[in-house]
T-cell receptor, first 115, second 113 residues
Framework: EAGVVQSPRYKIIEKKQPVAFWCNPISGHNTLYWYRQNLGQGPELLIRYENEEAVDDSQLPKDRFSAERLKGVDSTLKIQPAELGDSAVYLC?????????????FGSGTRLTVV | RKEVEQDPGPFNVPEGATVAFNCTYS??????FFWYRQDCRKEPKLLMSVYSSGNEDGRFTAQLNRASQYISLLIRDSKLSDSATYLC??????????????FGRGTQLTVWP
C-alpha cells in the first residue's frame, strides 16, 4: 500500500512569493490533515478535511493560507504571500474514518525555507 | 496552558538501559492517546496507541493515568536504533472520528554504546 505522498520535498522561496504544496493521501482514507511543524516543536493542525469538506480550519491563517481538496482525494495547501515565519515543515496526514485509536499516517513532508 | 506538555529532554542513556517519558494533557475528556517516533528530518511515525489498560509491544510499554492526566512510555533494554524524538499525541474529542491531534514538543532520546 502506498503511503501518503507529498511534493515537493524541499522548497526555498523569497518572502512575499507564493508557494503551494501537494498531498495525495492513502487510498480510501477520507480524512486528510495538514499540519505544520516548527523546529523543536510538535506538529500543529492547520486544517482537517472530511472528504471535500474542511471541518476544522480554525488554526489556518486565512489571510495568507488557503487549501482545497477537490474530489475528496488530493489536496493543495497554498501560502500567498509567504513570510519569514512560515519556514517550517508542512506535513500531510490521512486516517481512515471510524477507526478510533488507529492514529495518523504522515507523509514525508515539505520543508519550506523562506528567505 | 498547552493541551499537551512534554519534557523535551534530551535523555542520554547507555545501551541496555531502561528509560521512561511522561506527557501530561489538560483536557480530562480526552479519548485517544498515542506515541509517535520521529527520526531526524523525517516524518512522525506511529509507535503505539495507548489504551486505558496499558499496552506493551516488545520492549515498549505505554500507560495511561486518567486520574493524573498523563501518559507514559517505557523503553526497556534500549538499543542504539531507539535514538529518536518521541512525540506524545492526544485527541481531545470523543466519538468515532479521529479528529485533531494535539502533539507535545517531543522528547529527544540518544542511546550511546
Amino acid at each position: 500500500e502506498a503511503g501518503v505522498v507529498q511534493s515537493p520535498r524541499y522548497k526555498i522561496i523569497e518572502k512575499k512569493q507564493p508557494v503551494a504544496f501537494w498531498c495525495n493521501p492513502i487510498s480510501g482514507h477520507n480524512t486528510l490533515y495538514w499540519y505544520r511543524q516548527n523546529l523543536g516543536q510538535g506538529p500543529e493542525l492547520l486544517i482537517r478535511y472530511e472528504n471535500e469538506e474542511a471541518v476544522d480550519d480554525s488554526q489556518l491563517p486565512k489571510d495568507r493560507f488557503s487549501a482545497e481538496r477537490l474530489k475528496g482525494v488530493d489536496s493543495t495547501l497554498k501560502i500567498q504571500p509567504a513570510e519569514l515565519g512560515d519556514s517550517a515543515v508542512y506535513l500531510c496526514a490521512s486516517s481512515l474514518d471510524g477507526r478510533p485509536g488507529s492514529g495518523y499516517t504522515f507523509g514525508s513532508g515539505t520543508r519550506l525555507t523562506v528567505v | 496552558r498547552k493541551e499537551v506538555e512534554q519534557d523535551p529532554g534530551p535523555f542520554n542513556v547507555p545501551e541496555g538501559a531502561t528509560v521512561a517519558f511522561n506527557c501530561t494533557y489538560s483536557n480530562s475528556a480526552s479519548q485517544s492517546f498515542f506515541w509517535y517516533r520521529q527520526d531526524c528530518r523525517k516524518e512522525p511515525k506511529l509507535l503505539m496507541s495507548v489504551y486505558s489498560s496499558g499496552n506493551e509491544d516488545g520492549r515498549f510499554t505505554a500507560q495511561l493515568n486518567r486520574a493524573s492526566q498523563y501518559i507514559s512510555l517505557l523503553i526497556r533494554d534500549s538499543k542504539l536504533s531507539d535514538s529518536a524524538t518521541y512525540l506524545c499525541a492526544v485527541n481531545p474529542e470523543g466519538g468515532s472520528t479521529l479528529g485533531r491531534l494535539y502533539f507535545g514538543r517531543g522528547t529527544q532520546l540518544t542511546v550511546w554504546p
